[in-house]
């Protein structure tokens, strides 16, 4: 009983667990993207599209969820990497038009969606991407700590002048990690719509975006930070709902959906408090421009 | 103010382009539009123009509309200068309407007090709740973006309590507070056009000198050009940045007791309208030039008031979002630093 409940609370993991690394793989190499709240909608339309259209897959709808919001990445890529404009404000414009088209076309070229099927197996009735985005974050990890590549990244985002001198590509690494970060945006994304909700509605990402992008930067740049972090604002979000559906209301329901929101204010002005801006990478957010 | 032929000359440039870039999107948009619910272009386009510019009633509601989002793109424009991103407008918006709501509703003082009451309060509320991010970050470096975020949606849920619970009318079919007494409401300049209209006008004059002709707007430049080199100059740049934060959220606060005190009367749901998040576009398009703020403002609320027209016809409202995503990066480019590059 308990332990049900626990595991419908952690089964909300992947979609602020992949956001939040998506986030973290372009933070990582410098680039700031905080269109994730819109890439997730994206994802979550790009997703219940390709289920409706594409054959009555989860897996296959997922794969696209991935695949579609991928030119956000692309987007970004280009106007910021490579032409030099001001991420975040390129990031708000990719929110407006992510979140927008969402909208958009979920109204004009969407019939009403109702995802029948679920996610098989379980493993202690969690799903298997629950499993995946434990193993993704894994996997980065390992790349990030234990390989060249990995060290690629972390120098593109400290030091990119220092990194493009020893022959690194500053460009083509920025680029592939904000590409695949939006990717995993949408991924989480369509999680969200096509396994947790089983179809779209507006405004369904309902902050979660924004949420994933501040536990990154209160995870301190760490992989280990942004994952912890990422399951504790699973909890709370769960314990959030799960107050309200089960009509136990300490607070009125309005406090009660507002509890991560607090808990982000609290933990980032927490980390602040203990150690100003320790571990940001040193290079996010500035151009890298080539001599 | 004198300007030479050739900075006319760019400036006219970079209007024509503008103009093009929005001419183009919002002709590709709506003909894709047309395309996918079937509907025939012609009647896309005359919905859309007549309900933005095709009569002067129309006309005058998107002027309705400019407003909160002029007063609020003016206001970001402060803390943008600085290189302070307070992207929680609509939270600050909506704190104004909450305080204007309170004040005009519970508080028994004569009615142009009231009204006084309610401007003065809201800015110095939203202007707080802008503060505290400020302070955040000056004292503790901690990321203003995610806070002012974060604020927003905490506004947004104290509304919907209020509206739901204690400040109720119990009457009406959505929530709702009761309307405020007659005298507190502002005057209409000709229906819907309230004097909102004319503080927003005064606010563009008053934040160009603010930030062209005062030393604070050139500390603001300063600091935002190199942080470190303003300091070391003798800028305090913690308290300009709180500064900044709190006179940005005032006007955002300013705009929602706008809402109120002219457009509304009350405190509801949606009655923000996401102005806060327009505005920031608004700012970003104007290129934190108050002078250009106004057309900005008005462009936005021409896309919106545009595309609520087309939900007639069956489209969705998310139109006018997305026509603004696409004119908002179309309009960065000329600022690309350089040609393509990598792969």
Redesign the interface.
């Known amino acids: 009983m308990v332990f049900d409940a626990l595991s419908s609370i952690v089964s909300f993991f992947p979609v602020i667990g992949l956001a939040a690394l998506g986030g973290f793989l372009g933070q990582k190499s410098g680039v700031w993207n905080?269109a994730i709240e819109g890439i997730m909608a994206f994802g979550a339309f790009s997703g219940v599209f390709a289920y409706h259209y594409f054959g009555n897959s989860i897996w296959i709808s997922m794969l696209f969820g991935f695949l579609f919001p991928l030119i956000f990445g692309v987007?970004l890529s280009?106007?910021c990497?490579?032409?030099?404009?001001?991420q975040?404000?390129?990031g708000?414009?990719?929110?407006?038009?992510?979140?927008?088209?969402a909208?958009?076309l979920?109204?004009?070229?969407l019939p009403s969606v109702k995802v029948a099927e679920t996610l098989e197996p379980k493993l202690l009735s969690l799903d298997p991407v629950f499993y995946l985005t434990i193993a993704s974050f894994a996997v980065v990890y390992v790349i990030l700590q234990y390989s060249k590549h990995g060290l690629t990244i972390k120098a593109v985002g400290e030091n990119p002048k220092a990194a493009d001198s020893v022959g690194i590509?500053?460009?083509?690494t920025?680029?592939i990690c904000t590409t695949l970060g939006a990717g995993f945006m949408g991924l989480a994304g369509s999680y969200l719509s096509l396994v947790i909700l089983q179809g779209f509605t507006y405004d369904l990402i309902a902050?979660y975006g924004?949420v994933a992008?501040?536990l990154i930067?209160f995870g301190r740049w760490t992989l280990p930070g942004t994952f912890f972090n990422a399951l504790f604002f699973t909890l709370l979000i769960g314990i959030q709902t799960r107050l309200q559906v089960a009509g136990i209301l300490v607070l009125?329901s309005?406090?009660i959906?507002?509890i991560p929101?607090?808990g982000?204010?609290v933990a980032?002005?927490l980390?602040?408090?203990l150690g100003?801006?320790a571990g940001m990478p040193a290079s996010l957010g500035d151009?890298y421009?080539?001599e | 103010m004198m300007i030479s032929i050739s900075e006319l000359k760019t400036s006219v440039k970079a209007a024509l382009y503008n103009v093009g870039i929005l001419v183009f999107t919002l002709s590709v948009a709506l003909f894709i539009?047309s395309l996918?619910?079937g509907i025939d272009v012609r009647e896309v386009f005359g919905f859309f123009f007549s309900a933005s510019v095709g009569s002067w009633d129309s006309l005058l509601r998107v002027l309705m509309r400019t407003t909160p989002i002029l007063i609020s793109t003016l206001g970001l424009m402060v803390a943008f200068r600085s290189g302070v991103?307070n992207?929680g407008g609509e939270g600050q918006i909506v704190l104004g309407v909450i305080v204007a709501t309170g004040i005009c509703l519970f508080l028994d003082f004569p009615p142009p007090l009231l009204v006084l009451l309610s401007f003065l309060a809201s800015f110095l509320a939203s202007g707080a709740y802008g503060g505290v991010a400020g302070f955040?970050k000056a004292?503790?470096?901690?990321?203003e973006?995610?806070?002012t975020?974060?604020?927003t949606?905490?506004a947004l849920?104290?509304l919907?309590?209020l509206i739901?619970?204690p400040w109720n009318w119990g009457a009406g079919l959505y929530p709702r507070t009761e309307k405020i007494p007659l005298g507190t409401r502002l005057p209409f300049i000709a229906y819907p056009l309230n004097s909102m209209f004319l503080i927003g006008v005064v606010c563009i004059f008053l934040i160009h000198f603010l930030l062209t002709k005062t030393v604070f707007g050139y500390e603001l430049r300063a600091m935002r050009s190199n942080r470190v080199a303003a300091f070391s100059h003798g800028i305090d740049t913690a308290r300009l940045t709180i500064l900044s934060m709190v006179i940005s959220g005032g006007l955002c606060g300013v705009a929602g007791t706008g809402l109120v005190l002219g457009e509304y009367f009350r405190a509801q749901a949606g009655v923000s309208g996401n102005y806060g998040?327009y505005a920031?576009?608004a700012a970003?398009m104007a290129d934190n030039t108050a002078s250009l703020a106004p057309f900005a403002a008005f462009l936005i609320a021409f896309l919106y008031q545009g595309a609520l027209g087309l939900t007639a016809l069956g489209?969705?409202h998310?139109?006018?979002?997305?026509v603004?995503?696409?004119v908002?990066?179309a309009i960065?480019?000329p600022?690309?630093?350089?040609?393509?590059?990598?792969?």
């Open positions: 905080i987007l280009v106007l990497v490579s032409h030099g404009l001001d975040i404000i390129v708000f414009g990719l929110w407006f038009l992510s979140e927008g088209l909208g958009f979920y109204l004009t070229v590509n500053v460009y083509q920025r680029w902050s924004w992008f501040a930067l009125p309005e406090f959906v507002v929101h607090f982000v204010i980032l002005s980390a602040g408090i100003k801006k151009y421009a080539k | 539009s996918l619910v991103w992207v955040l004292r503790w470096g901690v990321n973006i995610a806070i975020m974060m604020q949606f905490i849920a104290l919907q309590y739901d619970g998040f920031l576009a970003l489209l969705p998310r139109l006018g979002e997305v603004i995503g696409v908002f990066i960065l480019l600022r690309a630093v350089t040609g393509l590059r990598g792969i």
